[in-house]
């Protein structure tokens, strides 16, 4: 009793029996460096460089916001003159490079929970410190780049895992491996996280020098210190996904939507049939033939066939002339009228004359002869509408019984065709004389037609958008801690969200992957499987020929033991180094060890095969190390591996009976 008892009565004294306990940290929080479309809690950028832990998609966006909106998807419309028009996109020209809500959006899909992020800029912001090339590694004229968001991440003790979505959009590879490198050795400073590496690419690139192999780069400029490569581990392909893209329908162009007059001349061409002139101008002779070798009674009988036939012949005329109107007013307003109207002007006028001297003059000719046959009441004026004089049916038409095909208005009809397809031509020619080249905007077709701007917006969707896969590999990292235990390794585990890898890689092809006979770097694949899917199919660190440390399991579980055995053990700091604090200590971990055993996060038949705990004068102190106030706890443990490959061996047995 440390009190000095001088004032009789009763006093109590409560005596600790049982060692603490140690809290287990979590293991699995990874913080997210990289470039939001915002950073707000209460006021503009207040959350730039300010390490933020969140749990959900919608926290995400609450104060990071979206993804940038894509302004270079290829949209080709094929056939639009016909009625089911053909529509191929394609991946952007000219991607956005920053990637951090996409890979959130797999994060979380694929298990993932609590996380950091780390906003090093808006992507507004990046734009206005280099437009060329907006993600950046280190601090430019104020602006900041993801190493210091890996600067300021270190001040933070909770997060486990390290990941830069953007960091595939830095300017080289140079770059690119610096900042992992710059993780590593923060991870090894401060024992308590882990680096999920991506390669620069996942297919070959230049790298300015010369055509290079990603796994062969990242080999080659991640250092090969085996203190450092011991945390981190590296994943390879990227992944196809099935996300949608965010696009700007302003600013996403339409190809084969833009004028198009030749094909504005075809339809002219087309439309006016020249056949059927023939089959109507046929049936009017054949009919003033009939009324002419008729008798009185029998002609009269046919004046109703006529005036059908001539109303026909008006209809006819009438669709021509609204059709060719329909089309010049389609050539000339298929673009910017400022621009087409200077060349279109004295064109479209020399065709609406022609429309004025010709169909307008015959249509309206045709209809007073309409009116006289209705007035008509004998043989003889009905042939006499028909055929007396100039200003007749057939003087109106200028119809040639012995030839149809050259009466004058079939002349006439035949030869506007070659004139609408002339004029329409020389009016593209003006036009692209002018040098436009606009296209159309998806947002300017939805009011013209919905159906196709729906048909575009539903190819779009069909597009994959590929990622980086390290943060899709934190969510399941995730996922494993909280189903089986950190000690399982996150490997043979299936995606959520994920068409393919994007790039296939065969059994052969894992083989230079998984082991590195020189360095020892490991690259873990990510396959598909038929049946089966795509999986995660390695487990190893960087450091994949060291036994200690060559799998991704022992070295997380590792940190979460220290870490918790370090958080537990700080209030023993400045106690008396004797043996209550010793056993006190010694029995706290044990304690906390056995639990794990039990777990079956630990290999032996029993506690002492699986782990042990010392601490204490001649066993792991000198009187010298008390002395000058060092208590050495010494842990060893035989955490469980994982089953890498399997061999099953057959052979022939004889029988016995």
């Not at 249509?363 to 007035?375: E, P, S, T, V």
């Not at 980086?468 to 043979?492: E, F, H």
């Not at 002492?608 to 000198?622: C, D, I, P, R």
């Amino acid at each position: 009793m440390a009190t000095v008892l001088k004032t009789p009565g009763v006093y109590i004294e409560e005596i600790p029996k049982l060692p603490p306990s140690i809290a287990q940290v979590e293991t699995a929080i990874p913080a997210f460096i990289g470039y939001t479309e915002k950073a707000k809690k209460k006021i503009d950028d207040d959350l730039v460089m300010e390490p933020l832990r969140l749990s959900s998609l919608k926290e995400y966006q609450t104060y990071f916001g979206y993804s940038e909106k894509e302004t270079s998807i290829g949209v080709q419309v094929l056939n639009a003159d016909l009625p089911n028009e053909e529509v191929i996109v394609t991946q952007p020209s000219n991607p956005s490079p920053f990637k951090m809500y996409y890979n959130m959006q797999m994060y979380f899909a694929n298990g993932g929970g609590p996380c950091f992020i780390v906003s090093v800029g808006t992507y507004a912001s990046a734009r206005t410190n280099n437009s060329v090339a907006p993600v950046i590694l280190n601090e430019q004229a104020g602006f900041m780049g993801l190493n210091d968001g890996l600067n300021a991440i270190a001040l933070k003790d909770e997060p486990t895992l390290l990941v830069f979505p953007d960091a595939s959009a830095l300017t080289d590879d140079a770059e690119f491996y610096g900042l992992y490198n710059s993780a590593l050795t923060q991870c090894n400073k401060l024992q308590d996280r882990f680096t999920l590496l991506d390669t620069y690419s996942d297919k070959e690139y230049n790298n300015g020098v010369a055509d290079v192999d990603p796994v062969e780069e990242i080999r080659s400029n991640i250092s090969p210190e085996k203190d450092m490569l011991k945390y981190g581990a590296t994943y390879y392909p990227y992944l196809e996904t099935t996300l949608d893209y965010a696009y700007s329908e302003g600013e996403t162009e339409v190809n084969g939507l833009n004028i198009s007059l030749s094909a504005t001349a075809q339809k002219v061409v087309d439309g006016i049939d020249l056949l059927e002139l023939e089959t109507l101008l046929t049936a009017i002779v054949d009919t003033k033939l009939e009324i002419e070798a008729a008798s009185e009674s029998d002609a009269l009988l046919s004046k109703n066939t006529i005036i059908n036939q001539v109303n026909a012949l008006i209809g006819y005329l009438e669709s021509n002339k609204n059709s060719i109107n329909n089309l010049i007013e389609e050539a000339t307003e298929s673009e910017e009228p400022t621009l087409v109207e200077p060349a279109a002007t004295s064109l479209v006028a020399n065709m609406t004359t022609w429309m004025d001297a010709n169909l307008e003059q015959i249509i309206a000719d045709l209809y007073g002869k309409l009116y006289k046959l209705n007035q008509d009441d004998t043989k003889a004026k009905l042939v006499g509408t028909l055929t007396t004089n100039a200003t007749n049916i057939y003087g109106v038409l200028g119809i040639n019984e012995g030839t149809i095909t050259d009466s004058t208005i079939h002349d006439s009809l035949e030869a506007q065709k070659t004139t609408a397809t002339n004029e329409l031509f020389d009016l593209k020619a003006a036009i692209d004389a002018l040098g436009i080249t606009t296209l159309p905007k998806l947002s300017d077709i939805k009011a013209t037609n919905n159906a196709l701007y729906n048909q575009i917006k539903s190819e779009i969707s069909r597009l994959n958008v590929t990622l980086t896969p390290s943060s899709t590999i934190a969510g399941i990292y995730a996922r494993v801690d909280g189903s089986r235990g950190v000690w399982k390794a996150p490997a043979n585990v299936g995606f959520n969200y994920v068409v393919k890898p994007s790039v296939f890689v065969s059994h052969e092809d894992q083989m230079g992957l998984n082991v590195d006979t020189l360095a020892g770097k490991s690259i873990n694949a990510i396959r598909s499987f038929t049946g089966r899917g795509t999986v995660v199919w390695g487990a190893r660190t960087l450091a994949g020929n060291d036994n200690e440390w060559r799998y991704v399991s022992v070295r997380r579980f590792f940190n979460m033991v220290e870490q918790s055995c370090k958080n537990a053990t700080e209030p023993f700091v400045f106690e008396p180094n004797d043996a209550n604090t010793w056993l006190k200590v010694q029995t706290m971990i044990e304690n906390y060890l056995t639990n794990l055993w039990r777990e079956g996060a630990l290999q032996g038949e029993k506690p002492e095969h699986a782990f042990y705990v010392a601490v204490g004068l001649g066993k792991t102190m000198s009187a010298l190390d008390i002395l000058e106030g060092r208590m050495i706890v010494e842990i060893g443990m035989a955490v469980v591996r994982p089953a890498e490959f399997i061999i099953l061996e057959f052979s022939h047995k004889l029988a016995e009976s």
